[in-house]
């Protein structure tokens, strides 16, 4: 198994937090409060470690 350096864990740490959700109360203050809207939807960076490579 190879070793994770300090950085590296730091760099991806970063991006696992680019990938989650927007919270659940942004929904309303962007688009209203009648509209039912998922919150990834408006999340800034989507990634699945399929598709995209993060390349760090």
């Not at 730091?10 to 696992?16: C, F, G, I, T, V």
């Not at 209203?32 to 960076?45: F, L, M, S």
């Amino acid at each position: 198994m190879a070793m994770k350096y300090p950085a590296k864990k730091q760099r991806l740490a970063k991006k696992r937090n680019q990938r989650k959700w927007a919270p659940f109360w942004t929904v309303p203050r962007i688009y209203g409060r009648g509209r039912k809207v998922h919150p990834g939807r408006h999340t800034q960076t989507k990634r699945n470690w399929r598709r995209t490579k993060t390349r760090v």
